[in-house]
């Protein structure tokens, strides 16, 4: 798929049939938010996300799942023994830092979109500008856990340690998804 000349999915075969899915953005990041949320189990939040994603009943088989993955990640397939799962940015923590920085990068204002398909929102999500707040709060969370920060740096990550610490995610099989979608991502 060139996304340049085709058109953004909104459906996907799974098990030889077209199911039609959920592209809206606010859909889609209520499935990564229900995979952030400490409280649901595993199964809750693989339920959620199949229960979101497709339209009408939604099918029952593993690939279902994989599907819904592979549309998380805007068709990219990730090899998780290859990527670095480490996250940086949360949705639920960094939302006014991601919103006020496609605003400021692309001149979107999200409360006013009608609709965005995801794959366009993770575009602009993945392109929002280093001079931005978040792209800064992210490259201090590297920094910090590879252990190089400055002086400098470090000082300040104290300053505004309830900014910069993400709450941990239980991790398990499903949160895999979640981990995937953040790797490939690597802003």
Known sequence: MNLLIDKFPKSVEVGGKKYDIETDFRACLKIMLAFEDQDLTDLEKRLIMIS???K?????SPEAFEKAIWFLNCGKINNSEESDNTRLYS???DAEYIY???RQT???DLESVDYMHWWKFTILFMSIDETCFFNKLVAL???KLK???SKEESIYCNEIHEIIELPQIVSSEEAVALDDFYSQ???
């Open 52 to 54: 979101r994603i497709y």
């Open 56 to 60: 009408g009943t939604p099918p029952d």
């Open 91 to 93: 949705f639920e923590k």
């Open 100 to 102: 006020s920085g496609i």
């Open 106 to 108: 692309h001149g979107i």
């Open 141 to 143: 969370r590297s920094k």
């Open 147 to 149: 252990g190089k920060l």
């Open 185 to 187: 991502l690597n802003c």
